[in-house]
């Protein structure tokens, strides 16, 4: 496992420089470059675009496949959380109370019943 | 490093800090059953703890281990995870205006720091690039303190789910703190009808498109996100579904 773990280690190091690499891609070149008008509109739908493909199937699905029943603890967290944020309109702190509601109703229905 | 510590006193650095620190027990609860993912795909101790201290990318690095684990040449591994990360790619073509007036190590290390929250916090806050060397600096401190805390919850969770792996069942679900933390942000950004049509769209095709591999489904569902998004702009409806009457 000794050469193969330095070998993992090396690897690794890679890893982080390939984080680097993604998230300043397009900041490695100095050359003047502007994005083009519609690029620079577009993106503004990017942040929610990215944070809804990212938790959509984590929420919907289970095994690759659409979940078929409602009997599942995630949906009423989500459910839970979104409430709670719009309770409390978007107020201080509603981020982590839809946190801690999701979780409130989540884990008693997950470890509880198993759903 | 005098400018470092410089840019920690500036207010936006405690700004930043502030409206992470708000989701940073999401971010924990996921770092840590990611830490214990880690162990239990079978990387060695040593070697998690190495990732969990340098990677700083959930999703590539639980892509990376089992290619890892199997021997899998190295660009392979690479490859893998840079195209995990293409997201990221796609949030540094927005970020450049804001960072190109820095060095670029600077540059390269607010990149590293960027990661999915902290983009989407700082592009709330800072919705146009600076347009003066103040207000630039602020930017950047807003980025550092909000990444900075970011990096911190996220590794050293990650540390203790390391060590923690064979305590701590993956059945009870606390990853899901991290789902809801990601939720209380889309809720947060759904400003407009607008964006409800963008966030809804991009929901929509990352599920339909799962079955795609290296998490393309994140791509393909921020390219129909913002393609369905700029084509609604163009509507007569545009107006009213960007909120303009409210606002």
Known sequence: MGASSAEHIITIAALAAVTVLARGFFFLSSKKWELPHWAERGLQYAPI??????????????????????????????????????????????????????????LPLHIGLGW | ?????????????????????????????????????????????????VMALTVFAGSAQLAAI????????????????????????????????YLMHLPLSRRLACGYLTGDLTYVLFVKRHKEPASDASGRYAQVAYLLGNGAINWFSWTASSLIGVAAANFIPASWGLGFAGILALVGMVCSLASTPMRWIAGGIAAAAG????????????????????ALSLTLEQSPWADSLAGKASR
């Open chain 2, 207 to 226: 599920v339909a498109a799962f079955a795609l591999p290296l998490k393309l489904n994140i791509l393909v569902a921020i390219a129909a996100a913002v």
């Open chain 1, 49 to 106: 675009a990215a944070l809804a493909a990212v938790i959509a199937p984590e929420i919907v699905m289970s095994q690759g496949l659409l979940i078929a029943h409602l009997q599942d603890a995630r949906l009423f967290g989500v459910a839970a959380g979104v409430l709670y944020f719009f309770a409390r309109r978007g107020g201080g702190h509603s981020v982590l109370g839809t946190i801690v509601a999701g979780m409130v109703v989540y």
């Open chain 2, 66 to 97: 089992p290619l890892m684990i199997a021997g899998a040449p190295v660009w392979v591994i690479l490859a893998t995870a840079f195209c995990v990360n293409l997201r990221f790619v796609v949030f540094s073509a927005h970020m450049r205006n």
């Open chain 2, 1 to 49: 490093m005098a400018g470092l510590r410089a840019l920690i006193r500036h207010p936006e650095f405690r700004l930043g800090f502030q409206e992470m620190a708000q989701v940073a027990p999401g971010i924990a609860a996921w770092g840590l059953m990611t830490g214990v993912a880690m162990v239990k795909s079978g990387l060695g101790t040593a070697e998690a703890l």
